[in-house]
């Protein structure tokens, strides 16, 4: 069974300063990847996958994140931050061969807080 | 507009208590999915439908139940609450059964259920 684990529980971080939120898993087979955002109040939304291909993942609102399988690792970066990408942030990990999403493992959770 | 309903947004209860939180979903979705979400352990999977009729557990089923009489409605039941499971609940739906369909999984806003 896949595992993640999600290093930093909360990052604060200037608006316009980069950041990075790191994700490590676990797993004996291949992997599918996810990063979600939760905003306060609102369920969680995907915000980019990998799935197979190309490691470095584009997704929505500047975000990209790179798969790296000989670290396990698939960390998400922003190269400027705005005061709007304050919440919550998910890595997700998934069999590669699965027929299921009921394999998805959930990380712990990013807190990201930007200030001015 | 394309959703995943859950209702209430808010639910306070006693033990013991027989409660049901409600899922809807307009979307014709086969997959549908309950998680609940718990400080510093992020998401778990309760129980998950591939479709009418098909339900599994997920990773934390005890004391929970599921129905899936119809494509747009998965129920949680509670059929006697505990402290333990004062949780934010989600509600989630894909059109497909797995990741690889590149289907992703669309959440509800959510449910805060405190049991006293």
């Known amino acids: 069974a896949q595992s993640v684990t999600q290093l930093d529980s909360q990052v604060p971080v200037f608006e316009e300063a980069p950041v990075e939120l790191r994700c490590n898993y676990s797993?004996?087979?291949?992997?599918?990847l996810f990063w979600y955002v939760q905003y306060p109040n609102q369920g969680l939304q995907l915000l980019l996958k990998y799935l197979s291909g190309s490691t470095l993942v584009k997704g929505i609102n500047g975000f990209e994140a790179e798969f790296n399988k000989s670290q396990t690792s698939f960390h998400l970066r922003k190269p400027s931050v705005h005061i709007s990408d304050t919440a919550e942030y998910f890595c997700?990990?998934?069999?590669?061969?699965?027929?299921?999403?009921?394999?998805?493992?959930f990380g712990a959770g990013t807190q990201v807080v930007v200030t001015p | 507009e394309a959703q995943v309903t859950q209702n209430p947004r808010y639910l306070i209860t006693v033990t013991g208590k027989k409660l049901t939180v409600t899922c809807s979903q307009n979307?014709?979705?086969?997959?549908m999915s309950w998680y609940r979400q718990d400080p510093g352990l992020g998401l778990r999977q309760i129980y998950y439908?591939?479709?009418?009729?098909?339900?599994d557990k997920g990773d934390v089923p005890e004391g929970y139940k599921v129905s899936r009489k119809e494509k747009r409605n998965f129920p949680l039941i509670l059929e006697s609450p505990s402290p333990n499971q004062t949780s934010l609940y989600f509600c989630a739906s894909s059109l497909l059964g797995a990741p690889r369909d590149n289907s992703p999984l669309h959440f509800g806003n959510g449910t805060r259920l405190t049991v006293t």
């Open positions: 439908s591939m479709n009418v009729e098909v339900t």
């Open positions: 797993s004996s087979v291949s992997v599918y």
């Open positions: 997700a990990v998934s069999e590669g061969t699965t027929d299921s999403w009921g394999k998805l493992q």
């Open positions: 979307m014709n979705h086969e997959y």
